[in-house]
């Protein structure tokens, strides 16, 4: 699927070399194609740009027991003894080095998901690096090349790994934050516990393997079921949401409040929309700008409504104290994100079939194209290859009936359509909500050379082998 003219190899040479094109003078038009990638040019950047700065973190994984979910003793596994882990905030341009020591009984690894990265630190285990052993020690070190809101997971056994409690935010600032008054993080989890209200003991079971993985009977956000955010009069606060379950997905509902989507998967829209109706499965964040401008003596309750008819409370907001003044500014937007109205007429590269068979280790397999990932302990065959610097249309076919939120890593994509019909989202993903028989389709630019993985976020979904691997090849 090469571009057919000689004018479409020079142009995306060009676009990943200088961003300049001049193809105008042959006289023909562009192809849908062409188009495509002028429109990607200047979306994001290709290179990161290190100030020279190292902000050193130690994490260290292990078994523990918190005062989590109201206060009882809950045994996890924890990063620094915290459930979520500790927040790693960066600005960007700054240089990340996280020194991980791995204490708990089985092997691990760090996936920072989200982050375009150089490939050797994306976290999974045998295609990247060696999963770390009980009693080693890696060291993570990379200069993001995006500001945002990222996290970082366990990519070995990560459905126990995750549910247990292994999981943090990373959030990259920009070069020059936007003045928000605060900037608070919703990390959103959701719990199967059993009836001593620990951490139901067995994982991938039958159930969760043959429905949308392992949904849970209690739903946090950063740890608790009552949640409050106490805020001024006045204030605008940037709230940073991760949906960090099994499988669980939900819908934020913040109709009535002075809201505004700013960014998805950390990267900010091409201009605010209205937040209510996003969909947050496993792995996705979205960014809210709300402005709380009036006094409300009732608690704002916040709910998540993925089912219409049982609504599930998250979290408070309580307005309190002394006005204060607003900050004003624009939201913050990204300049360049690709319309690709025309990018249904660019040729479907790849049609992923996905769905489900008996048998395997776990009794189900869950399958990308007939396979399922054999184990990340044996030499991987890509499930695809793309070349960097190439405009792609792929397409997922969910041969199924259940959700599967597809997630990339290593680049990032725009939806283009859900069964045929266009979809303008006005900014780029990581992770989309495929759901039960649906067609999906994407395009991308692929922008970072290496081995990167394409899974199910549902883990119990990528546990039974919902995973394979785009290898991404030099232009
Ligand atoms: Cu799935």
Redesign the pocket.
């Known amino acids: 699927m090469l571009p057919s003219s000689g004018c479409a190899r020079a142009l995306v040479a060009a676009a990943f070399l200088l961003f300049h094109s001049s193809c105008q003078s042959g006289g023909t038009p562009p192809t849908p194609r062409e188009r495509a990638l002028r429109e990607f040019e200047g979306a994001y950047p290709l290179e990161a740009r290190s100030l020279g700065t190292v902000r050193t973190f130690d994490l260290v994984a292990e078994p523990t027991e918190v005062p989590l979910i109201d206060g009882h003793a809950l045994r996890v596994w924890a990063y620094n003894g915290q459930v979520p882990g500790p927040r790693l905030r960066i600005r960007l341009g700054e240089t990340l080095r996280v020194r991980f020591t791995n204490r708990l009984p089985q092997e691990t690894t760090i996936h920072w998901h989200g982050v375009r990265l150089p490939n050797a630190m994306d976290g999974v285990p045998h295609a990247t690096q060696p999963p770390v052993q009980p009693g080693e020690t890696f060291v993570y070190e990379f200069t993001p090349k995006d500001a945002g809101t990222f996290w970082f997971h366990p990519h070995v056994r990560s459905s126990e790994q995750v549910e247990r409690g292994l999981y943090g935010v990373l959030i990259v600032e920009d070069a020059k934050p936007p003045p928000y008054s605060r900037d608070v993080v919703w990390v959103i989890d959701d719990w199967l516990l059993d009836e001593t209200r620990q951490l139901f003991p067995r994982f991938n079971t039958r159930h969760d393997l043959a429905h949308?993985?392992r949904w849970g009977n209690v739903i946090t956000v950063n740890g608790r079921t009552d949640e409050v955010l106490r805020v001024r009069p006045g204030e605008r606060v940037r709230l940073r949401l991760l949906n960090a379950s099994n499988g669980r997905v939900v819908t934020p509902d913040f109709s009535g409040l002075q809201a505004k989507l700013i960014a998805v998967d950390g990267m900010y829209l091409r201009a605010p929309i209205e937040p209510s109706g996003f969909e947050l499965a496993p792995g996705n964040r979205v960014d809210i700008d709300l402005t709380f401008n009036q006094l409300s003596a009732a608690p704002l309750r916040i709910f998540e409504r993925f089912f219409a008819r049982q609504p599930n409370h998250l979290a408070d907001i309580v307005l309190e104290g002394e006005p204060v003044d607003t900050p004003d500014f624009g939201s913050p937007a990204r300049a360049r994100v690709p319309v690709w109205r025309e990018g249904l007429e660019v040729p479907e590269h790849h049609a992923f079939r996905?769905n489900a068979r008996g048998g395997g280790p776990l009794g189900i397999e869950?399958t990308i194209d007939g396979k399922a990932f054999a184990g990340h302990s044996h030499a991987h065959e890509p499930g695809l290859t793309l070349r960097q610097g190439q405009f792609y249309r792929l397409r997922y076919v969910n041969e199924s009936a259940?959700?599967?939120?597809?997630h990339l890593h290593g680049m990032f994509f725009r939806l283009l359509a859900r069964n045929g019909v266009p979809v303008e989202e006005s900014f780029f993903r990581d992770t989309v909500l495929v759901h039960g028989r649906e067609e999906v389709d994407i395009a991308l630019v692929p922008t970072d050379v290496g081995s990167w993985m394409m899974h199910?976020?549902?883990l119990e979904?990528?546990e039974a082998g919902?995973m394979t691997m785009i290898d991404v090849e030099k232009e």
């Open positions: 949308d993985g996905l869950w259940r959700l599967h939120p597809i199910c976020h549902i979904h990528a919902m």
